[in-house]
């Protein structure tokens, strides 16, 4: 918790070139009414998994004493290197993704999406402002197999495009195995509008995961019933 601050996180490597990387779970709170910062950018060669809670969640994680402050603001996050993993409960003003590999999980607002290049790791739809995607070379976007059992795929939700790019050269659809998907990103959007960056599931891929699906539902109840 902090008062008036802006805290800056960044994850490098060490000295002899080591990243040791890991998992963090906690709560950023204010501890009085005033307005705190937290900021992060990944820039090591390794990975590095975040998961930020809403004050009033913080029991469900085992942090006491902080359910009645207000939380902090997230800022930044800017990935240029290596593998970065963020749950967040709170709303994200930019996100910005120059490199290395972004999974962003979160059901709150991010204020500014950019995207110059990287791999995407889907982890549900995000809901933004502004999507901006400036990327000089294709931008891989990762699909689980759970994903891909849909037909069509909502990447970004936005509610203001900043500039035009044709989606299927700006980025490339992979499973979690490397494999290329194929398929089609569709843009339905124009410049200074609202729209969604949607990936359309080609068909082999949606029966692929169904079965792929079935067979693990009956691979547990076997056990269930051993």
């Known amino acids: ?32 009414t005033s307005s705190s910062t937290a900021n992060f950018t990944m820039n090591g060669d390794g990975r590095q998994s975040v998961s930020i809670y809403k004050a009033a969640n913080g029991a469900s994680i085992g942090i ?18 290596g593998e970065f993993i963020l749950n967040s409960e709170l709303a994200i003003n930019t996100v910005s993704l120059d490199g ?25 739809t995000i809901f933004a402002d502004t999507l901006s995607v400036s990327a000089a070379d294709a931008v891989k976007v990762v699909f689980s197999s759970e994903d891909l059992a849909s037909h069509d795929i909502i990447v970004v939700d936005f509610e203001y495009l900043s500039d035009e790019f044709d989606a299927n050269s700006a980025l490339v659809a992979f499973d979690e ?26 068909e082999p891929c949606v029966t692929a995961a169904l079965l792929g699906m079935i067979a693990l539902a009956t691979a547990i109840a076997r056990r269930k019933k051993s």
Request: charged share 20%; aromatic share 8%.
């Open 100 to 124: 290395g590999s972004l999974k962003l999980t979160t059901s709150e607002k991010v204020g500014t999406l950019s995207i110059g290049g990287g791999e995407l790791v889907y982890g549900g």
């Open 1 to 32: 918790a902090g008062i008036n601050v802006a805290e800056r996180f960044v994850f490098q490597n060490a000295a002899d070139g080591s990243f040791k990387g890991g998992d963090f779970k906690g709560v950023f709170a204010d501890f009085s």
């Open 64 to 81: 006491s004493g902080v359910a009645e402050k207000s939380d902090m603001q997230i800022d930044n996050v800017n990935v240029t290197k």
């Open 177 to 202: 195995n490397g494999n290329e998907l194929g398929g089609e990103f569709i843009l339905n959007g124009s410049v200074g509008e609202g729209g969604t960056l949607v990936y359309n599931v080609p």
